[in-house]
């Protein structure tokens, strides 16, 4: 078994308990029925997040054995740990006896889950940064080449902050041009 194989098993299955439980606290709202008070942004926040986490694990693919090690697989397996909170912050566990309202949900729940978005690409950028100087690369090379990560986490780090739903709205629509647009490149592809 190669060290991708190997590794890519405790990968994948933290991803799919990240996606697991997205599922099934979307299963709890919809059967809850008329005790959830729906409302747009903590739904749109969680497709986000299984977007997002879909286009992470397919981009960790590597045919390849490259001999990954623990302390290369570490940085990795944080990410994973980050992405798994996210997921559990998408949306709520539990619907309370008195119903639930969404709107108030993400309202209460967006700067904790907006800094988790922000500690995952903070995390990966921090990462290829110390990858990068201790390779010998120019660190304005990278941040150039990074600009529109930086500019995503830009964004990510606003929405912890500023909790008009307008910003929040058009956040969505930016932030899941990424996803979507390697979704369409992927699927060209077939």
Same mark, same amino acid.
């Given at each position: ?40 942004? *903590? ?110 986490? *830009? ?15 058009? *956040? ?19």
């Amino acid at each position: 078994m190669s060290a991708f194989e190997y590794t890519s098993v405790l990968a994948s299955i933290i991803i799919g308990l990240a996606l697991v439980d997205i599922l099934i606290s979307l299963n709890r709202l919809i059967r809850a029925g008329g005790s959830v008070r729906w409302h747009w942004a *903590a739904p749109l926040a969680a497709l986000l997040v299984a977007m997002t986490i879909i286009q992470i694990w397919w981009s960790t693919y590597s045919p390849q054995d490259t001999g990954m090690t623990i302390g290369q697989f570490l940085p990795l397996l944080v990410e994973l740990v980050i992405l798994f909170l996210l997921a559990a912050a998408a949306l709520p566990d539990d619907i309370p006896a008195g119903g639930l309202d969404l709107k108030l949900y993400y309202d209460r729940n967006g700067p904790y889950f907006w800094s988790l978005f922000t500690a995952a690409l903070g995390w990966l950028i921090a990462v290829e940064g110390v990858a990068a100087l201790a390779g010998g690369r120019d660190i304005v090379q990278l941040l150039e080449a990074r600009l529109v990560d930086l500019s995503v986490l *830009a964004v990510f780090a606003s929405l912890i902050f500023v909790r008009r739903l307008l910003w929040h709205a058009i *956040a969505f629509v930016l932030l899941a041009a990424g996803p979507l647009n390697w979704l369409s490149l992927s699927l060209g592809r077939l």
